[in-house]
């Protein structure tokens, strides 16, 4: 039996008219933006990503820190960027507080990114110069009622600043909230004796605390960490319930097609799995923390939510 001629177009038609599977281009180079500055958790996960994307998809990954209102200039960027999946986001906890505590903020996190995977989650530390008396966050509390005190955040609009106002708001006190561009500026003033407090994931500083430049004074967190159990929990020491988490994944911006969101979603999960990116993650203080791209979306969402009772229930109003 022959196809009759118009029959056999039609069918050519269809075929070649049909769309095709969206994939990355390989000959492409993928840029993962870090919106903070170098030396952080946020840098430190997306350097890790971006070596081993690389690796597993056989294509230029670079990392660029797009620094600049705590977060807020990179992750914008991200979220106005071509959704072809060659433009990525390392997007950390921060950008589900954001509009809490900023006015004008430029994105909707629910709403204007694709995400991709939670990776990893870590958790948040009050630190201090060695010079500072009190040794836990109660001794703290205490002094900062008759003291003047400052802390250091990566800035405005951070899980650290939302800690900050936190704890200001729980106990009644009012330490001084200095921003910096980033873990590492801010470190070197906590180091230098600039200023006596900071709010930091551990990566950057537990190596300081080893050698006696810097203490602990708590931990942002229900409990006492296991990997930390030297560590006091805040909540547990000096104000009940007190728990700000910290996660770091990769989103993309909205639009982009669900086939690459998928395939970057399972490179993230099976790196996450290979022996030395545990290694490495262990070192840094990150817990494996894998959540697809349907649950990260939830994550967000429900994250967006708590932050923003907890800013309204503590008074604080956007700036």
């Not at 009940?240 to 910290?246: A, K, M, Q, R």
């Not at 998928?262 to 799995?273: G, H, N, T, V, Y």
């Not at 979306?297 to 229930?313: C, E, L, S, Y």
């Amino acid at each position: 039996m022959h196809l009759n001629r118009y029959v056999l177009a039609g069918i050519l038609f269809a075929a070649t008219s049909m769309p095709a599977t969206a994939q990355l281009n390989p000959s492409r180079t993928i840029t993962l933006v870090v919106p903070i500055a170098a030396g952080g958790g946020v840098d430190a996960i997306g350097r890790l990503l971006a070596e081993k994307l690389q690796e597993r998809l056989k294509q230029n990954v670079v990392v660029e820190n797009r620094t600049g209102a705590g977060g807020t200039v990179g992750t914008d960027s991200v979220a106005k960027a071509a959704p072809d999946g060659h433009t990525l986001l390392v997007m950390a906890s921060s950008s589900t507080i954001s509009k809490w505590l900023n006015k004008g903020v430029p994105f909707d996190v629910t709403a204007d990114f694709a995400p991709v995977a939670r990776a990893v989650t870590t958790p948040l530390m009050l630190f201090a110069n060695p010079a500072v008396s009190p040794n836990n966050a109660k001794e703290l509390i205490a002094d900062a009622k008759t003291k003047p005190y400052s802390a250091a955040t990566p800035g405005v609009g951070t899980p650290h600043h939302l800690a900050m106002l936190m704890m200001n708001a729980g106990a009644k006190i009012d330490i001084t909230h200095v921003p910096y561009r980033g873990t590492g500026p801010g470190l070197n003033d906590l180091l230098g004796g600039q200023i006596p407090l900071m709010w930091a994931t551990p990566i950057a500083v537990m190596p300081h605390v080893a050698s006696g430049k810097v203490k602990t004074l708590g931990i942002a967190s229900l409990k006492t960490s296991p990997a930390y159990p030297n560590v006091p929990s805040i909540a547990e020491n000096a104000l009940p319930g007190f728990d700000v988490e910290i996660f770091y994944g990769i989103a993309a911006p909205k639009g982009t097609p669900p086939e690459i969101v998928a395939r970057l979603s399972k490179e993230i999960e099976a790196i996450l799995d290979l022996p030395d990116a545990k290694e490495r993650m262990a070192k840094l203080g990150f817990d494996r923390a894998y959540a697809g791209s349907e649950q990260f979306r939830k994550i967000i969402a429900d994250d967006t939510a708590r932050f923003g009772k907890a800013v309204q229930a503590a008074g604080i109003k956007a700036e």
